[in-house]
């Protein structure tokens, strides 16, 4: 690609991470490489997991999560801390790498909105990144600033859904 997007899945509602990741699955079949990187889920098997393994080197997935922030906003411990600055320094780097057409930065968003990392410092990076590279960037409550730089934004919103009828998470379904 000559010139890459950015592309945002925000909202409410569920399918951010299942859309990124049908586009993912859509550029590596047409030989691109991409990278997911997952800020927040923690390191557990999920199904999209086992799948990327088996299309890889061109569709590759990192966990680089604790699992789930539990703590209010702006008030993390200092691992959850730590892990969003290694987390965030790893991401620089493999965007900078210039190894891949698309970049995934899964619930990048929830970064932002929880104070562990800043929108100025991701919207530098972004406008530095190679031009060829698209990013995307998933996670509710996308920053005003993130929408307005982007080239593209999905609102996700939720009408209804079967957590509030008492059905759990399935297999398949939401890992």
């Not at 490489?33 to 061109?58: H, N, S, Y």
């Not at 906003?73 to 965007?95: C, F, G, M, P």
């Not at 957590?163 to 398949?172: F, H, L, N, P």
Request: glycine share 10%.
């Amino acid at each position: 690609m000559e010139n890459g997007l950015l592309m945002v899945n925000t909202g409410d509602g569920k399918g951010k991470t299942t859309a990124a990741l049908g586009l993912g699955l859509r550029a590596a079949g047409h030989g691109m490489k991409v990278l997911m990187l997952q800020f927040f889920k923690g390191p557990w098997l999920t199904g999209e997991i086992c799948a990327a393994k088996r299309l890889e080197p061109d569709f590759k997935i990192t966990q680089l999560g604790q699992g789930f922030v539990k703590t209010r906003k702006e008030e993390h411990s200092k691992a959850t801390l730590e892990n969003a600055r290694v987390s965030w320094d790893y991401a620089k780097q493999e965007i900078f790498s210039d190894l891949y057409d698309i970049i995934i930065l899964d619930e990048i968003n929830n970064m932002i909105d929880h104070g562990l990392l800043s929108v100025e410092e991701l919207i530098s990076v972004l406008k530095e990144r190679p031009k060829r590279l698209t990013i995307i960037l998933t996670g509710r409550n996308a920053h005003d600033r993130i929408i307005e730089l982007a080239d593209m934004v999905t609102e996700m919103r939720e009408i209804k859904h079967h957590y509030k009828s008492g059905i759990k998470a399935q297999k398949g379904i939401e890992f």
